[in-house]
């Protein structure tokens, strides 16, 4: 089975550390296939930066699709999850969504920690979007900055950790997601010092490609996630605009 | 008062008629000023297409909004809404969101009524981005085709003042909203056959976009809708990844 | 455009106030003018005392609403905004009502400051009337008495202020609502003082009304604001009883 | 105990009738005494009629407390509810909310089936009120006009209980309330007619007040229904003018 | 009127405590039969051993249901209520459930305190089940353990008053419900420490099911509650599993 | 990795079926183990079967847990999933939650078809229970009773098509879930004749029972899953008495 993990921020050493933590938990008849985003911005972390990314992300799936049995959007809040669903006619997964609905079967209210303000909402929007906010205990970020995204983990590890403890202390959280691309391989690693399940949103979220590829449910001819009909556009990628204007039906 | 309206569809006759429209119940001291997009499809009317023209929605008030007290998003499902809050200064309204919150002031429930199936799920997702879910009576569309966009008003006439009465006796509504930019103009046509008030989204946006200039309130510092910090972008248009890169703070 | 400010308190300092404070955000085809109500309380701050002051409202607007384009009622609670669009023919808003309406296309979570705890039940009530719980982020109200409403802006300046920015820092408002009639004219003095947009209920409500005029929208003469049939009643003021027994339908 | 029932129409038939009726599920110790509303409409059908009843059940309360157990206001939309819990000691309940928390100990969903489609919108603000949507299945009304609102139990008999059928068959409702003081009585008639429970309101609310009663719970000193401070009022009755000025905290 | 008062703990003595406390509120025509779990745990404290309470609460009402007019229980958390509602033709109420409703005519939100944080999950599910979430402003429960759960009321008494007032001061309750069957009786010993109306569950529930016997409403041949079709069983109770297979429709 | 399927219901033949078509979407390195209820009813179809049937799967499961990786509750309705997730150290699927989650990620909004009317309100509790019941499109059951429960899917293979057509275009599903155990495999062989994804419920709590072991994340030592405090019991199954009294903490 083949999943391609589209990583819709343009930083390659992203993209890597997201592979190797991944392999983790793979099943063992899964072979990941991982994309860098060629345009926007390093690391994304707005609504507004996500609609940008988002435009990428359909550009991405578009170009690569073939041979490919399920996609993962890799990035907490889910860039243009609703509208690859609505185009492609494969499963598509995002991190936000995975780590909550996987949440729900270890909890009954989950709470995200993350590493910076600017996320939270973002990440606000992507619950709302679950209709899972009944079950989200709550949002927390740390009150100091970091120096660069690529050690964050490393930087804040006390804080987020600290974190985890005030939700389930103070929010009543029975579970928690470890929020945000720059966080994948965290939650493995301190899941000794915090009493509830910690979910690594990637992990769920290729979890879940695999699962649904599995089910070898069919693509929806009716409904929210039918294809729109055919149409010509002006200033699209070439594979994009090919897709909406001539995608078999 | 200068008011920049961004038809996000690169339509220049839908452009043309909506300023056309919009005219009748725009405040003395108004000026309107209206742009095409200039990339993208001629009618966007899927969530997929919304993200697309989120992202030119964007690059557009980034070129224009020299001179300009408040923008408006011509497009009913709001394309880049929130994404514009957050990066700008100025006040930005939309079609939906301003059409039910006008609405909510005239009906305790109002209705949705639009000309095409396809929509249904974008304006679904509108609504609930509103959190105005309780208040929807329901969106109805007809179950015929048209054959033009542009004739559409004349077209599904019948069948749509049909879907405004159903609405009001199946579905309780006390108001109905006529969604779609090709339907501007249409409610004040059809206003004396329906017995409850009928929104046209277009007037409710600029209406909204002038009583918000006339407010002057601040921009946000803080909160959901402050600037996120600046960082470089690739493959960005000019205006846009400057504004990204350099925004004053 | 005539607008007919209603002030339900029977307080004529109050009334003064107010009109001067609202002709800051008139449009410029706007004449405002003003009553005061004839009898009732100096201040309402309760529901058992809107409900009274909900039929005052009611024969305050029978009497005078000839020639009239549009109505406000002038008081944070809005009493008898419901019964009032019921009865009437013409577009009415009142202050809680268009202040929430309004601060959904500033912010995702507004919240609301006021000046004392006696009135956060009422405040509540409008809250959920509009159904805009989701986006309230709460009411906030100062420890400390005042000694006279008339002087409340300016004896509680600095507290209200403080609750502005708790507001934003604790509870996540992205707009502040600075509800009651006594604080009218306080949003545009503190402005700067705080980082999000505030929002002035009498300037909100007024311009929304101003806004519902302009649209002409028919009455409703079905759904939840059709009139009731006409019915005779006994003890009421002649231009109530009269309109209820014989308005035309 | 003494139960003080107050009818908030000016029909003294209506008064009679609901006396007799609630007879017949009294508690053995339980006397009640009934008023009937001195000035108003003879049957309140709407929100505006309420608005100005609900001063009028204020009035009532205030003059006739002495040597009273609780209070039932004897109308369905429960005119004043809210008021009359802020400003008195006593206990009070109400028809519409009494019948819906009633019916959650028979049902899961109920639903309300009346005898005027002018009814609706009052009864669904109840419901609203009660923050029990979750729980009501829908309002039923016949599509048929009455003659007389006193022989409307006769006039409607088969369309009442064909929306009694209708409202378990297509809207899942659980058990059925019979809504409107005009209603009284008419549930133990045909409730063989109807295989699930019947919930009449004036039982329900005279059940609910003695039930109140015995608990002997003290009235609030804090919280929502913390008497608002005292205050001067002008044009109020003798009695409520007084108790507004002078009742002991 | 006979009331069946199912204690589902296997503890005597707590079923005495009950009986005793619950004199207090009787109507004076009802009479109260108290059965003790013949077996189970001494107190149940979480969802776990309330799904083994709740078949055994089927048991007993299966075995002594002749001869009585509604069933009371005895636990809050509610074990097994919804299906003994389901199955037996009797009104049914339960101590949370009750409390709850009760609670709704005495306050707009209530809190509930308890004596132990390992109820608050269960007693959290109670609160969900009833769709009252809107109107819970909490669960509060000690920081300190007690010795004995027999003596708790005396043990905590203290903490739990200020648990009280801290519900009332910090999450607005206005009115209290003191949870968990070593409670019952506590409400009207500190009733004049506390500035709102306290709720004993007991009183509540034998309250609410002397007045749905009062009601006399039919069972529900119709709807949720209707009886699932009879069928064996193997491995249950004799009266249970007669029940099951032979019940009359 | 091995996966204990509990069978709640005492039908050998059940079990053979669910294990023969659960092998079809099995990932390789999976070893299902399979129990049926040694007590029970043959087909549990009711709350309060359910509640028995909950009992006796804390049962099994205490007996059984040794030496398993992830525990799948075989019946839709979830009998006693929550008291297992607390009682515990095992990662715990079930049905219906699982077909609800996996759905989400298919469908904007789902629905479910099952075969008997007596089955609704036991699933919109699960329903309910999930907090999903915002896209829940609602549950539809054939108006035709069966023959025989081992064959429902071709007694009734007709109706239940026709049941997903109008999920899809009456209630607006994306995706349709076949609940209860006897209509697994059902989705499979139907597929192509319904125009959406068709969830099969025990693949999908397969699937989730799966990946959650894949996750390998702690039993919570905190929160709402965390093991209530040791107690002795009286009438219990000896496993499930000595884990109740000893399990490790």
């Known amino acids: 089975m083949r999943i391609l993990l589209i990583n819709p921020n343009t930083s390659v050493a992203m993209t890597e550390r997201m592979v190797a933590s991944a392999s983790r938990s793979l099943a063992p008849d899964v072979e990941l296939v991982a994309l860098t985003a060629p345009h926007g911005m390093p690391y994304i972390a707005s609504r507004a930066e996500s609609v940008i990314a988002g435009a990428a992300t359909l550009e991405m799936i578009a170009t690569h699709q073939g041979g490919v049995d399920a996609v993962v959007i890799g990035a907490f809040g889910d860039p243009g999850l609703i509208a690859a669903r609505e185009l492609f006619d494969l499963p598509v997964t995002a991190m936000a969504e995975a780590a909550m609905l996987t949440a729900c079967m270890l909890a009954q209210r989950f709470s995200i920690v993350t590493f910076s303000p600017t996320l939270t909402a973002w990440y606000e929007d992507a619950v709302a979007l679950s209709g899972l906010q009944g079950r989200c205990a ?112």
Chains 1, 2, 3, 4, 5, 6 share one sequence.
């Open 138 to 249: 709550g949002i927390r970020v740390p009150d100091v900055p970091f120096a660069s995204i690529n050690d964050v983990q490393s930087e804040l590890e006390s804080q987020l950790v600290e974190l985890c403890l005030r939700s389930i202390e103070t929010d009543k959280a029975d579970a928690v997601i470890l929020a945000g691309a720059p966080l994948t391989g965290f939650a493995a690693k301190v899941a000794a010092r915090v009493p509830v399940p910690l979910i690594d949103p990637l992990d769920a979220a290729i979890g879940q490609a695999t699962l649904l590829a599995r089910l070898q449910t069919i693509p929806a001819r009716a409904g929210r996630f039918a294809r729109p009909p055919a149409k010509p556009g002006t200033g699209l990628t070439r594979a994009l605009g090919a897709w909406i204007e001539h995608r078999p039906m």
